[in-house]
Structures are given as C-alpha cells and as structure tokens.
C-alpha cells in the first residue's frame, strides 16, 4: 500500500452518503456527470484482489442498491467502472484506495458528446493470435 496517510476516503467524515458493514458510498468530485457516484470499501484496499469476500458483497450491494436509484432518475443507464493504475501517482484525480465509479449515463450525455463519441475509431477487430493468447494466459 502507498500513501496511506494521504488518503481522502479513509477518512471521509460527512462525504459518506450511505454505507453497510464495509463499504460506502460518496459523490465523486471532481465528476464527470451530475450523480457520478464512488463506492469503495472503508478499510484501504489498492488492488481489487485484496477484498475480503465481505467487502465484495457489500461493495457490490451498494453499487446495485445507487444504481437502482439513479436509473429513471439521474440517468437511462449506468456505467460501472473501476481502474487499477498503480503506474499513475496519486493527484486530485487519482487516489491509491480502490473505488467503483457509477456514472448515470443517457443517450448523447455530456460524457458521450465531449469523448466517447470520437471511441469509434480506438476499437480494432480481435485476431486469432490475440485470442487464443488471452485464452492460455486465463487457463
């Protein structure tokens, strides 16, 4: 684990919105649309890997349990995203204690308009070689 001591979420006092036995729920700021929500175990976690079963479990109740509540609300549909990038140092945007990102998303949003719509062209066909590739490396 690496800055420990710095980190905003191990300590997160009124940004908590909602909670269970080992994990939470905040509003993520900076957000990249209205509602973006983080969900992230209260014990410091770096790797996805490190959970304990429980922390999944609760992770992922909460996760369904915003999702379900911003869906009609916030947004037509959600993204789930999470990102391990231990070669990033840790800034305003990147923090080392593992998060969920749930994102409400709707048809041509702010996120859509300004990047995902230019995605089109970073897309490439999968070959054999990468498959099977792929295939060995996750037997």
């Not at 409400?104 to 498959?131: I, N, W």
């Amino acid at each position: 684990m690496t800055d420990v001591i710095d980190c905003p979420f191990c300590e997160p006092q009124e940004r908590v919105l909602k909670d269970n036995a080992s994990a939470q729920v905040m509003l993520s700021d900076p957000r990249k649309v209205p509602g973006h929500l983080l969900v992230m175990p209260k014990r410091h976690v770096e790797k996805p890997w490190d959970m304990t079963e429980q922390e999944v479990q609760d992770v992922f109740e909460l996760i369904f349990f915003v999702e379900r509540r911003l869906i009609g609300q916030l947004g037509d549909g959600c993204d789930i995203r999470q990102a391990y990038r231990p070669f990033l140092h840790q800034d305003a945007l990147k923090v080392n204690h593992l998060t969920f990102h749930v994102i409400p998303r709707t048809k041509d949003d702010y996120l859509y308009s300004v990047a995902e719509r230019y995605e089109q062209d970073l897309f490439a066909e999968l070959d054999d070689l990468e498959r099977e590739a792929v295939i060995k490396l996750l037997k």
